[in-house]
């Protein structure tokens, strides 16, 4: 089975700050990497597929890179509503198993 | 708008049964995979289970297999989950989403499954 490791696990920073996250892999997953944010109590939000492709209405400060086993998501100038849990998943092979990372919590400093 | 919409969560006792349903409008159902999601709260999502357009291909996390039953009806834009043979570690919140094969874009609000005697 794929396993996805995210760091770091929390995170702290400011509004304003920019910030990065990142996702391994245990194989190789070409780029089949999805990246969500969840907020307490909601459901998880897609942000960004096929490692580098924004969703639909999710704001240009939000980015994903790599391929294969790293991957990156980067977001630029944080915004309020930006403070959440952010989660990695492969949707690697026939079938996939969509394994998700254990998470990033990112908080205010 | 996009809109899934779970219900058929509540408190069940271990070995039981449990079916859950996910109503879905603002999009053309019959055109999407269909999943399932699990959660247990603090911890990170678990997929569950995927089915195709038309029904005709499914697959399960090995956790479940044999104990659940994804289904679909395009007809009333509905998705099921059939659970049997419950445990205490089925106990999470289960979403719904919809998708294409690798990935998950919409997702309901979620419904509460417990486990316990």
């Known amino acids: 089975d794929i396993q996805m490791t995210q760091s770091p696990s929390s995170l702290s920073a400011s509004v304003g700050d920019r910030v990065t996250i990142t996702c391994r892999a245990s194989q190789g997953i070409s780029t089949y990497l999805n990246w969500y944010q969840q907020k307490p109590g909601r459901a998880p939000k897609l942000l960004i597929y096929?490692?580098?492709s924004l969703h639909n209405g999710v704001p240009s400060r939000f980015s994903g890179s790599g391929s294969g086993t790293d991957f990156t998501l980067t977001i630029t100038s944080l915004q309020p509503e930006d403070f959440a849990t952010y989660y990695c998943?492969?949707?690697?092979?026939?079938?996939?198993?969509?394994?998700f990372g254990q998470g990033t919590n990112l908080d205010i400093k | 708008e996009v809109q899934l919409v779970e219900s058929g969560g509540g408190l069940v006792h271990p070995g039981g049964s449990l079916r859950l349903s996910c109503a879905t409008s603002g999009f053309t159902f019959s055109t999407f995979w269909m999943y399932w999601v699990r959660q247990i709260p603090g911890k990170g999502p678990v997929w569950v289970s995927a089915i195709n357009t038309d029904g005709s291909d499914t697959t399960y996390a090995d956790s479940v297999k044999g104990r659940f039953t994804i289904s679909r009806d395009n007809a009333k834009n509905t998705l099921s989950l059939q659970m049997n043979s419950l445990r205490a570690e089925d106990t999470a919140v289960y979403y719904c989403a919809r998708g294409d094969f690798s990935v998950h874009d919409y997702w309901g609000q979620g419904t509460l499954v417990t486990v316990s005697s």
């Open positions: 096929a490692a580098s």
């Open positions: 998943q492969e949707s690697y092979g026939t079938p996939p198993t969509y394994t």
